[in-house]
């Protein structure tokens, strides 16, 4: 990070009063093209596209040099079953049956991969109908389990990757998740390898238009139940989505709080990411407390009969979002002890390059490490000062937040002098 873009990012969080982006709530009609790698750096990104909270594609150039690109396509553009059948058909991988809806959302089962892509093979030659439905392959952390295969690498733009860096650090797998804003309302970025996709995309805000009389949303955005006014009541009031037509070899950028719905229009393989930064950390604690809020709503008849309550909304919350305010105070300890060590050491060549997260955080500069402090440190405030926190007896974590709140702002002190 260049001190013009540390400028820039401090100004605006400095006036920044709420998770809201002002300027990305408003309807827009249609998405930045990003053609060149060699002229778009960074900063550029992060001026942009993070700090607005805007959509963005880039183009295939900035994926050409990829081995996906490379091994798993056919010469004529198409998903190369065989070599992906030679090369990964033992693993096991989970498959959702886009044809079934349960609790709004498709049920998985677990296949080889052998399986699936005999299923793929023959979905395709019985023109797109199997009698066992339509099974999609997602969420299946390749990298992970096969971590000597080349397959891609991580455009600089999205390697500031405070979930990834947190996984890292606790080792323990991926957080799991039709029309939805991707978990903790992160950002998202979403590659092809082969194949077309088309994106139907709400700026934040426009899914409350969407919402039923009941306030939940739509399974599919473009279903004919929508126009029915006694059951989705403001529909009339939300603007048209923005729609995206994703090529083979480009990707898709999807801020926090973007709704969005996919389509497969061709056999498609894609590589996904959720990632959270310094830039949305705050919009990620906004989310939570909603969430919290909204089970002790639902809940809220035992609370005086029911032996400790709030703990108890605790673990609703974690089980429907996979995480509580315990384990996000954990997540913010673990950034903020990343870039304390990075400011203290950046001059020494040990542990920093031999743990792949703080290797990344010097490459990005030791004002990105200021900048992530500050806003962890305002993050951090936040949750120390919640009321439902303070009845988790912080005090007993270690180190308790307020320690953890001094020794932060003493590293951004120090590295500013």
């Known amino acids: 990070m260049d001190r013009e873009t540390f400028a820039c990012a401090t100004k605006f969080f400095r006036d920044y009063s709420g998770p809201s982006r002002g300027a990305a709530c408003q309807p827009h009609n249609h998405v930045d093209y990003i053609e060149k790698p060699e002229t778009f750096t960074y900063a550029d990104f992060f001026k942009d596209y993070l700090i607005p909270n805007d959509p963005c594609v880039f183009s ?65 030659k019985k ?50 998740t039709p029309f939805h804003a991707d978990v903790f309302r992160s950002y998202s970025w979403s590659a092809n390898i082969c194949g077309k996709k088309k994106w139907l995309v709400f700026p934040p805000g426009q899914e409350e238009f969407l919402k039923d009389r009941h306030g939940h949303l739509p399974f599919d955005i473009t279903a004919p139940d929508l126009k029915n006014g006694s059951l989705y009541p403001r529909y009339a009031q939300s603007s048209p989505p923005v729609e995206i037509i994703q090529e083979a070899g480009e990707i898709v950028f999807i801020p926090s709080g973007w709704h969005h719905q996919v389509y497969n229009l061709e056999d498609t393989i894609s590589i996904n990411h ?75 060549e040990d542990d920093a390059s031999k743990r792949s997260s703080r290797a990344a955080l010097s490459s990005l500069g030791m004002l990105h490490a200021v900048f992530d402090l500050k806003r962890t440190a305002k993050v951090l405030a936040s949750l120390n000062a919640n009321e439902e926190f303070k009845k988790l007896k912080p005090e007993a974590l270690s180190p308790c937040p307020q320690a953890l709140l001094h020794r932060l702002k003493a590293a951004i002190d120090t590295a500013l002098l």
């Open 127 to 176: 023109s797109y109908r199997s009698a066992r439905g339509c099974l999609y392959l997602k969420d299946w952390h390749l990298q992970r389990t096969f971590p000597d295969q080349e397959v891609y690498t991580t455009p600089i733009y999205f390697s500031s990757d405070w979930l990834n860096e947190y996984w890292e650090a606790i080792a323990v797998d991926d957080y799991r």
């Open 274 to 348: 959720n990632w959270v930064n310094g830039c949305n950390v705050a919009i990620m604690w906004s989310f939570l407390q909603d969430e919290l809020a909204a089970v002790q709503r639902e809940i809220k008849e035992w609370k005086e009969s029911m032996e400790d309550w709030h703990l108890q909304c605790q673990v609703l919350m974690k089980s429907y979002t996979g995480i509580d305010y315990k384990e996000f105070y954990n997540f913010l300890k673990i950034i903020a002890e990343n870039r304390i060590f990075v400011l203290e050491h950046h001059h020494s």
């Open 60 to 124: 295939a150039k900035f994926t050409e040099g990829w081995a996906s690109r490379r091994k798993w396509v056919t010469p004529d553009g198409k998903p190369h079953l065989d070599y992906l059948l030679r090369t990964f058909g033992e693993a096991v991988v989970p498959v959702a049956n886009c044809d079934v809806k349960e609790y709004n959302c498709n049920p998985k089962e677990h296949l080889k991969l052998k399986e699936y892509i005999s299923y793929w093979k023959e979905h395709i």
